[in-house]
């Protein structure tokens, strides 16, 4: 038996990276487990992977008529939702203020908090009705850019920041039937893409970071793999491990937070 015995739990962009590490992982601790994916091509390789394991929904987190669509596909398959994981977001690429022209500030503006913000707060209307119901939970996805700059530009640090809000406000309106809560991942290699409207439609975060960029600022310096994030997702998502937990967020992102001014490891300076 896992933690989430037959629990129903919903996650966003389930079809690559983080999300896919999460449907695998919930899948091991007994849940039942459903995906909306907006790439087609994911979207079949679910289907193909898992079978009726998975309930794999094409769609856009930035139309509600498709989370809402997503929810109903869930509960008419599982009989009820228990969890929603808002996952799904694009990045930046670090695109800064001052690179950035006014007409690209605007548009990638649009474009990626259409995604990072407005589709966790639509997931989260979607979602509410059946999680009220079942006294479930919602877990976002953050990343250590909803607490410090440089994991981005301003667009996504701005939307990574926002989503905490989102998140004090959500646990606050929905207790207390509904848990509330975020994990902020650290870099890791995924298929994270960035706005269409920046040219980065195709271009994936390890096309602009590389894993020893990446270990090197970690006080347990090492580059986490996506499955390396699930743990906390599992324990905010567990009724018996999580009665407590509202408003809470997680920072799993190895010891980003207490960095310092040297750097150490092990107790040594490297
Ligand atoms: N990769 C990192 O270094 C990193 C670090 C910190 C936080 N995160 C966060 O992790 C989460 C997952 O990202 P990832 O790194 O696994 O990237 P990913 O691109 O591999 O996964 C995101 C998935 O969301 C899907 N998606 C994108 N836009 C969508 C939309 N409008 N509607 C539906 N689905 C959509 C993508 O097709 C993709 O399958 C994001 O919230 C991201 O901000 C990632």
């Known amino acids: 038996m896992g933690w989430l015995q037959d629990e129903s739990i919903l996650v966003t962009g389930g079809g690559s990276g983080l999300g896919l590490a999460?449907?695998?992982r919930f899948l091991q601790e007994g849940a039942q487990v459903s995906v909306l994916e907006r790439?087609?091509?994911k979207v079949d390789a679910l289907r193909q992977r898992f079978g009726d394991a998975v309930l794999a929904v094409?769609?856009?987190?930035?139309v509600y008529a498709d989370n809402q669509r997503a929810v109903a596909a869930a509960v008419e398959r599982f009989g009820k939702l228990d969890g929603f994981v808002g996952n799904a977001a694009i990045w930046d690429h670090g695109s800064s203020l001052l690179q950035l022209a006014p007409e690209a500030l605007a548009q990638g503006f649009d474009e990626l908090f259409a995604v990072n913000l407005k589709g966790y707060l639509l997931g989260a209307k979607a979602a509410a009705p059946a999680l009220l119901e079942s006294r479930g939970n919602m877990i976002f996805t953050l990343s250590n850019s909803a607490f410090y700059p440089g994991g981005g530009g301003p667009l996504y640090t701005a939307s990574k920041h926002a989503a905490v809000g989102?998140?004090?406000q959500l646990a606050y309106e929905l207790a207390p039937k509904v848990r509330v809560n975020g994990v902020g991942p650290c870099g890791m290699a995924s298929d994270l893409r960035g706005p269409v409207s920046l040219g980065q439609g195709d271009l994936r975060i390890m096309d602009s970071r590389s894993p020893e960029a990446i270990a090197s600022i970690l006080p347990l310096q090492f580059f986490p793999q996506a499955a390396d994030f699930t743990g906390p997702y599992v324990l905010l998502a567990s009724r018996a491990n999580n009665q407590?937990?509202?408003g809470?967020?997680?920072?799993?992102?190895a010891g980003l937070g207490i960095r310092g001014i040297r750097h150490v490891a092990g107790g040594l300076e490297l």
Request: hydrophobic share 50%.
């Open 248 to 253: 809470v967020m997680i920072q799993a992102d």
């Open 39 to 41: 790439v087609p091509e």
């Open 58 to 62: 094409q769609g856009d987190v930035t």
């Open 244 to 246: 407590v937990l509202s």
């Open 22 to 24: 999460l449907v695998e």
């Open 166 to 168: 989102l998140i004090r």
